[in-house]
């Protein structure tokens, strides 16, 4: 059975990754306010658009005391994953 990536589905994955990687706890309140963050045209303060292509964007987005970046998927409208911190 194949599985379906819809929202619901990026809300959870985004949740546990963030919970992983961050040992953070992410509600659908504060996914929903991120993902309008990312969809705004408007420059929120702590956010910055750090890689952009046609079908998704890399915002990084200061979130309970860390900045982490998301990805937003443009077509979808919605965050889809929390990437893990680049080790330098």
């Not at 990536?5 to 963030?18: A, G, I, P, Q, V």
């Amino acid at each position: 059975m194949k599985t379906i990536k819809d929202k619901e589905y990026s809300f959870n994955h985004t949740k546990e990754r963030l919970r992983k990687r961050f040992d953070l706890l992410l509600t659908e309140k504060e996914y929903e306010d991120l993902c309008n963050i990312c969809k705004s045209d408007v420059k929120h303060l702590n956010t910055l658009v750090v890689k952009e292509s046609e079908d998704q964007e890399i915002h990084k987005l200061f979130f309970k005391g860390h900045y982490i970046k998301f990805t937003f998927n443009n077509k979808k409208g919605y965050i889809t994953t929390a990437l893990p911190e680049r080790k330098e």
